[in-house]
């Protein structure tokens, strides 16, 4: 009984059978009663009925036997006494089962030599005699018992048959009951053994439970696949990041061998030499400590903000934009703040870096000795811009100039190659959309918009 069906079977034929045995029960009772209530009324109607045949009787020094009351009396095995005090006046039909005479008018029951009967006693009201003389009426309970016991063996046939339909009856429905779920444990195998998450269950069908139970599936078969998807890109994402990070790392790393392999094996060299070497790696260096802070920042962006307030943007721009003005004194530097403070939802450290690799990529990208212009609008959700005047960037390399280790155009400017795309990582982070554009100037425009600014400080 591990099967549903069979447990489904067994608890609907167990509940008939308690059903079907406590109808037999009340059935068997009633009739029980109903029997017995019928004999005993026909003992006191036969007793009512002989009442005059009795006083007449009683009135006769010698009473004349009555031939069709012992007839009719004989055929229902019923015995009639006459009794006066505890003598027999006259006996009618059966015999007596017992010549004893009970002291208490009423009905009663009592057994003789293994047999059963029921007898009812009545006085009869004859002048001179008092409660001398009474009237006595006994019949058998063997055939009553008889068909009671045949009734019995009826009501218990009846019903061994009618559970056995039942249990087959039941069987069979909830064979038909549970075959969509049958359709949905086979499509359950299907999805196991061919992981194809695509596939899909009848859900038009059958009961409303299991009806919702196909829908419910069809959604977690939905997310599964969406998820399997999400996973699959991370994964692609994640090899192809690793190639890209392998492949950066490998250029510096490479250049600085060759150099300090150069200085060992050539100590001659002069001075000038060996200092041109040693700035070249240097520089090799410097590049790679920025590919490994870059590739640092994006693992800490991934990974939870941690704490999160409000920031005020038009603080967070100036710091920057100073910053930015040391480290690039050549460049200048504009900036078009608001007098008040324009409130941003977020992780201070993570804007900060948005805001920091935006001023840094259009001082690397705009023309040398030329101009970087900031803006902070706060008007609907806060925007901020930064516009270079450069080369700009072509409409079609506007989305890959975001992707890790991106160059377009052939460019060989300095840089991790991960700017943009920590600025892409922090936009997502905290809601914000990046736009490239065009700047009046002809260089490139980047704008990035939240989704709303703060109320203020909690």
Not at 273 to 285: C, K, M, N, T, W
Not at 330 to 343: F, R
Not at 358 to 371: E, K, T, V
Request: glycine share 10%; net charge neutral; aromatic share 4%.
């Amino acid at each position: 009984m591990r099967s549903l069906r069979g447990r489904l079977t067994l608890g609907i034929t167990v509940v008939l059978a308690v059903v079907l045995a406590g109808a037999g029960v009340m059935v068997s009772r009633y009739v029980d009663r109903s029997e017995r209530e019928a004999l005993d009324d026909r003992l006191m109607r036969t007793a009512e009925l002989s009442r005059d045949t009795s006083l007449e009787a009683l009135q006769q020094e010698v009473p004349p036997p009555d031939r069709r009351l012992d007839n009719v009396l004989g055929a229902s095995g019923t015995s009639l006494r006459l009794i006066v005090g505890k003598a027999v006046i006259r006996p009618s039909g059966r015999p007596a089962p017992s010549a004893f005479i009970p002291s208490r008018d009423g009905l009663r029951t009592f057994t003789v030599r293994g047999r059963r009967y029921r007898s009812y006693i009545t006085s009869v009201p004859v002048p001179d005699l008092g409660d001398l003389a009474r009237f006595e009426v006994t019949s058998p309970l063997g055939p009553l018992e008889d068909r009671l016991v045949e009734l019995d063996r009826r009501l218990a046939a009846f019903g061994a048959a009618a559970l056995l339909i039942g249990g087959l009856g039941a069987w069979f429905a909830a064979t038909l009951l549970l075959r969509p779920l049958r359709r949905l444990r086979a499509a359950t195998a299907r999805v196991a053994g061919t992981a194809d998450l695509d596939q899909r269950v009848r859900g038009d069908d059958g009961p409303a439970e299991l009806r919702s139970l196909a829908a419910s599936y069809n959604d977690m078969l939905a997310r599964l696949g969406r998820s399997a998807e999400d996973r699959e890109r991370a994964l692609a994402a994640t090899r192809r990041f690793t190639a890209d990070a392998g492949h950066e790392l490998r250029t510096p790393l490479t250049s600085v061998q060759a150099t300090l392999s150069t200085l060992r094996r050539h100590p001659e060299i002069s001075e000038q030499q060996r200092a041109s070497l040693v700035s070249d790696a240097l520089a090799e260096h410097h590049r790679l400590v920025d590919l490994l802070d870059g590739l640092q920042a994006m693992a800490r962006g991934d990974a939870s903000a941690g704490a999160v307030s409000d920031v005020d943007l038009c603080e967070l721009v100036a710091a920057s934009v100073d910053q930015a003005s040391s480290r690039h004194p050549a460049v200048t530097w504009g900036s078009s703040l608001p007098d008040e403070a324009v409130w941003v939802r977020g992780w201070e450290p993570g804007l900060r870096m948005l805001v920091d690799n935006l001023l840094q990529n259009a001082a690397l990208h705009g023309r040398p000795d030329g101009s970087v212009t900031v803006i902070v609008d706060p008007d609907g959700g806060p925007a901020l811009v930064v516009d270079d005047d450069g080369p700009g960037v072509a409409a079609e390399d506007r989305e890959r100039i975001f992707e890790p280790f991106a160059r377009v155009n052939g460019s060989n400017t300095p840089g991790s190659g991960l700017g943009l795309a920590l600025v892409s990582q922090q936009a997502r982070t905290h809601g914000a959309a990046v736009d490239v554009g065009a700047s009046q100037r002809g260089g490139a425009r980047f704008a990035v918009r939240f989704g709303g600014g703060g109320s203020g400080p909690a």
